[in-house]
């Protein structure tokens, strides 16, 4: 079965520090996967995607970054942490084209990051 | 990016009692997906429905789907307290990877 791992679970970085949080996926190949930042009692804002090995779209210009180094490994980074970076940060993947369920998202347990 | 927006914002009922959220959409779409999120954690899908689907059902679960009028709707009947969550709708237009993710309804079960 697939399982998405995600860490740290919680993380406190001060302001202008960098980041970097990891995502990674079991038990599927080439899927999709995302990053999702959802501010407190909020909706979902995506802010990457990833179709493929070194394929990333941006969604939303900011402070961050994303990086996909292998298959099932999804790296969301930033250089220098704002305020406004602070969240909770959702990693996703679902089947890749031409696989059965393509379009449900499994999400991983999340990250919450509070940058002071 | 466009938002879906759910409504109620919030919703407190007691045990036993039906629970309805209402999704409202934007673009075309191919299906529509229901999730729920308990405090802290990560989204867990609940149903997904087709474009050309009027309704379906899981377990204590209810969608609706009209697309004239670009809704969905979430029953969930007989609610428990370990049904308090927030539910949220997802999209996807067609062609595309993105997923467009309402706002969210925050669902308080009282015991």
């Known amino acids: 079965s697939q399982t998405i791992h995600q860490w740290p679970a919680t993380l406190v970085q001060p302001v202008g520090s960098p980041l970097s949080l990891e995502c990674t996926v079991e038990?599927?190949?080439?899927?999709?996967l995302y990053w999702y930042r959802q501010a407190a009692g909020r909706g979902l804002q995506l802010l990457f995607y990833?179709?493929?090995?070194?394929?990333i779209s941006s969604e939303v210009p900011q402070n961050l970054s994303a990086s996909r180094p292998q298959d099932r490994q999804f790296i969301l980074s930033s250089k220098k942490l704002l305020l406004s970076d602070s969240g909770f940060y959702l990693c996703?993947?679902?089947?890749?084209?031409?696989?059965?369920?393509?379009?449900?998202?499994?999400f991983g347990p999340g990250t919450r990051l509070t940058v002071l | 990016s466009q938002q879906g927006e759910e409504d109620p914002q919030a919703l407190s009922i007691q045990e036993g009692e039906n629970a309805t959220m209402n999704c409202s959409y934007k673009?075309?779409?191919?299906?529509l997906q229901w999730y729920r999120q308990n405090s802290g954690r990560g989204l867990v899908h609940l149903i997904l429905?087709?474009?050309?689907?009027r309704e379906k059902h899981s377990g204590r679960l209810r969608v609706t789907l009209d697309t004239s009028k670009k809704s969905s709707s979430l029953l969930i009947t007989a609610s428990r307290a370990a049904d308090t969550a927030s539910y949220f709708c997802?999209?996807?237009?067609?062609?595309?990877?993105?997923?467009?993710f309402g706002t969210g309804t925050r669902l308080k079960v009282l015991a």
């Open positions: 996703a993947w679902t089947a890749g084209l031409g696989q059965r369920g393509t379009d449900t998202q499994y």
């Open positions: 038990g599927t190949s080439n899927p999709n």
């Open positions: 990833s179709v493929g090995i070194g394929q």
């Open positions: 673009t075309s779409i191919n299906n």
């Open positions: 429905i087709r474009s050309n689907e």
């Open positions: 997802a999209t996807k237009p067609p062609g595309t990877y993105k997923y467009i």
